[in-house]
């Protein structure tokens, strides 16, 4: 059976009874193989004890898998239509929150908190992001506080091995979803498992998040200031990177990163991220000797 045959029938007559069509300029293509619906429930691990925040709920196709799966089910759309046949659809499930809202101007963990009433909740991600803000929302569910226990998420199958990779093909996207967990893909996604077919294949991606205190640095503001520094231009050494972002004189630069063991040379993508947290260490005991004070930028 292909996966344009193994979908939900709902999904094309959700639409006809809403007299609505995708809409491009949200990114709506909606998940419809039954096969990637339960791996990605499965992949959540999910039982009864859990709260669940769904990123994107559209038609309610796997929202109605995770409610049969989960404690509770908050359901996050940005689509006024879609929110007013979700609250119908799932009006006696009392289980199952729908929200109307923009994912990006929200506190994920204030809304679980506010929701579940816990103050300290343990909540699971389980979202079909549109690929537009792929980036966006990984930053603020991995900054979250407290963050998911994890997250599973479907997007584009080039950014997926993009988060996953290892050195030599190390991206800032790479470092910094790998600085928050543990990223793996658990199943690469045909676009024929969507309505409508996009242009490119995705991925079921799951991440385990860490709490801080086993973050690889423990100011992740400065951490990320060097990485952004050795990542500032994609083919230059990591001396002259380091030289130009964060003012260290060139003939330092060199000292500094041959005093920890990393070939002045290389490049950014050939770094580990142990290697990262023990640059920044380098960096800000320079910083401190020669009375510098370092500027704070945002991580992630």
Same mark, same amino acid.
């Given at each position: 059976?292909? +996966?344009?045959?193994d979908v939900?029938?709902?999904?094309?007559?959700?639409?006809?009874?809403?007299d609505?069509?995708?809409?491009?300029?949200?990114?709506?293509?909606?998940?419809?193989?039954?096969?990637?619906?339960?791996?990605?429930?499965?992949? &959540?691990?999910?039982?009864?004890?859990?709260?669940?925040?769904?990123?994107g709920?559209?038609?309610?196709? /796997?929202?109605?898998?995770?409610?049969?799966?989960?404690?509770?089910?908050?359901?996050?759309?940005? +689509?006024?239509?879609?929110?007013?046949?979700?609250?119908?659809?799932?009006?006696?499930?009392?289980?199952?929150?729908?929200?109307?809202?923009?994912?990006?101007?929200? +506190?994920?963990?204030?809304?679980? #908190?506010?929701? !579940?009433?816990?103050?300290?909740?343990?909540?699971?991600?389980?979202?079909?992001?549109?690929?537009?803000?792929?980036?966006?929302?990984?930053?603020?569910? $991995?900054?979250?506080?407290?963050?998911?226990? /994890?997250?599973? /998420?479907?997007?584009?199958?080039?950014? &997926?091995?993009?988060?996953?990779? !290892?050195?030599?093909?190390?991206? /800032?996207?790479?470092?910094?979803?790998?600085?928050?967990? #543990?990223?793996? @893909?658990?199943?690469?996604?045909?676009?024929?498992?969507?309505?409508?077919?996009?242009?490119?294949? !995705?991925?079921?991606?799951?991440?385990?998040?860490?709490?801080?205190?086993?973050?690889?640095?423990?100011?992740? *503001?400065?951490?990320?200031?060097?990485?952004?520094?050795?990542?500032?231009?994609?083919?230059k050494?990591?001396?002259?990177?380091?030289?130009?972002?964060?003012?260290?004189p060139?003939?330092?630069?060199?000292? $500094?990163?041959?005093?920890?063991? @990393?070939?002045? #040379?290389?490049?950014? *993508?050939?770094?580990?991220?142990?290697?990262?947290?023990?640059?920044?260490?380098?960096?800000?005991?320079?910083?401190? #000797?020669? &009375?510098?004070?370092?500027?704070?930028?945002?991580?992630?």
């Open positions: 059976m292909s +996966d344009r045959e939900s029938p709902g999904v094309k007559d959700i639409l006809q009874e809403l609505l069509r995708p809409r491009k300029s949200l990114g709506q293509n909606f998940l419809t193989a039954t096969t990637y619906l339960q791996q990605a429930v499965a992949a &959540a691990e999910i039982s009864k004890a859990d709260w669940v925040l769904e990123v709920a559209g038609p309610g196709t /796997l929202t109605t898998r995770l409610a049969g799966a989960a404690g509770g089910v908050i359901a996050v759309e940005l +689509d006024q239509e879609f929110v007013s046949y979700l609250r119908r659809s799932f009006a006696q499930q009392s289980h199952v929150t729908v929200v109307h809202a923009d994912i990006l101007k929200t +506190d994920m963990a204030d809304l679980v #908190r506010r929701v !579940s009433g816990q103050a300290q909740p343990r909540y699971k991600v389980v979202a079909n992001l549109p690929y537009y803000i792929t980036s966006a929302l990984l930053r603020r569910l $991995l900054e979250a506080s407290p963050p998911p226990q /994890l997250a599973v /998420l479907m997007l584009q199958w080039e950014v &997926a091995r993009r988060i996953v990779a !290892s050195p030599p093909r190390m991206s /800032l996207l790479a470092v910094s979803v790998q600085f928050y967990g #543990r990223p793996r @893909i658990v199943t690469k996604v045909p676009a024929g498992a969507f309505y409508p077919v996009p242009k490119v294949d !995705s991925a079921l991606l799951r991440v385990d998040v860490s709490l801080p205190e086993a973050w690889p640095y423990p100011c992740r *503001e400065r951490f990320f200031r060097v990485v952004r520094a050795g990542f500032s231009q994609r083919r050494q990591l001396q002259n990177n380091l030289t130009r972002e964060l003012g260290l060139k003939a330092e630069a060199i000292a $500094l990163l041959e005093r920890i063991g @990393i070939t002045p #040379r290389r490049r950014a *993508e050939t770094l580990s991220l142990a290697e990262w947290a023990i640059l920044t260490a380098a960096w800000e005991d320079w910083v401190q #000797r020669n &009375a510098h004070e370092p500027t704070a930028h945002p991580g992630g």
